[in-house]
């Protein structure tokens, strides 16, 4: 009769080789379809949040077939922002669906890749697109990306997203450096069992946007002549916009901009002691926002959509894309 223990090995031992079944299955059925993903595809997704050690092993070994470069800066790339990797030297993409436990990105303008190259002379890891709750998938996987950017060696990740503004003054097309986080998903990446060698059971928040790389952002910013000013992040589940009274809502709290991301990722970067810088561009306003002198944006649409989000974050790119390879070398 077998023990316990014995058991218990031969049954990850099981599990290991579905893994790397479903990574090749995985691969496969990206190139086909987002839309229905195998069942060996989704046993990867679990282990990745049930055993993410395990899975980071295995991650990094695909990744490292790959590249051999060891990033310094890890960036995560949000709604219409990915062609900030078309100024990588030596760059080395890889699908999300070729990586041991990664689940792949179903949202328009999230290219769904993991890109590996040089940026203004530092060896950086980007996402070329991520993925989010709203699209079914557990927050442990939407953190997972990160795990592995400091298993391969980043020690600073820079964090990207569109937003729609909330509190009075925001207008298109700004970008907002993000010194705080209210996160209203209903979930955390660090919720369950913990593994002491990845990071702490109990992480302090308190200074999750690394206050000294804020004064940079700033610093280089105002050298540049790019209008830059912080503000805190709300992040809603979505997919659904929000209502006028959740806007209000959100105000009274504190929020400037909201979207439906960032926020396990900047959980999961604190968490395994990586410094944190984060950016936002505001591509709706919508017309029940005041303006700064307390006046409606009447001007602005009524309504909103995902095509004018993409649109209006293409216009923001550039300076956004200025700002952080001017940033780099200071990270």
């Not at 974050?313 to 070398?329: E, N, S, Y």
Request: hydrophobic share 45%; glycine share 8%; with cysteine.
């Amino acid at each position: 009769m077998l023990s316990f223990r014995k058991l218990r090995h031969w049954l990850m031992g099981t599990l290991g080789v579905a893994v790397l079944c479903c990574t090749l299955a995985g691969a496969a059925q990206a190139q086909k379809s987002n839309e229905d993903l195998s069942p060996l595809y989704r046993i990867n997704a679990a282990q990745a949040r049930f055993q993410p050690r395990a899975m980071l092993k295995l991650a990094v070994e695909a990744v490292r077939l790959k590249s051999d470069l060891h990033p310094e800066v890890g960036i995560v790339l949000g709604s219409g922002l990915g062609d900030l990797t078309d100024l990588l030297q030596d760059k080395v993409e890889i699908p999300y669906a070729s990586i041991p436990g990664f689940v792949v990105s179903t949202v328009e303008g999230h290219a769904g890749s993991l890109v590996l190259g040089k940026l203004e002379g530092r060896p950086v890891v980007v996402m070329r697109g991520r993925v989010h709750c709203y699209e079914g998938y557990h927050i442990r996987n939407v953190a997972f990306p990160i795990l592995l950017m400091k298993e391969l060696g980043a020690k600073t990740l820079v964090v990207t997203n569109s937003s729609g503004a909330i509190s009075p003054g925001r207008y298109l097309g700004e970008i907002v450096l993000l010194k705080d986080h209210l996160n209203f998903l209903g979930a955390n990446p660090l919720v369950g069992n913990n593994d002491p060698k990845l990071g702490p059971r109990f992480v302090d928040m308190n200074k999750a946007y690394t206050p000294s790389l804020r004064q940079k952002a700033l610093a280089q910013a105002q050298k540049l002549e790019i209008p830059l000013k912080e503000g805190v992040y709300a992040a809603m589940l979505g997919p659904s916009y929000e209502t006028p009274a959740e806007r209000r809502m959100l105000r009274l709290v504190g929020a400037d901009v909201v979207g439906m991301s960032t926020v396990p990722e900047v959980i999961a970067a604190v968490y395994s002691g990586m410094q944190v810088i984060g950016f936002s561009c505001v591509t709706d306003v919508p017309a029940d926002i005041p303006s700064a002198k307390g006046e409606k944006a009447q001007a602005a649409p009524a309504t909103t959509n995902h095509q004018q989000v993409l649109e209006a974050a293409q216009k923001a790119q550039r300076q956004l894309g200025q700002l952080i390879r001017a940033l780099i070398p200071q990270l």
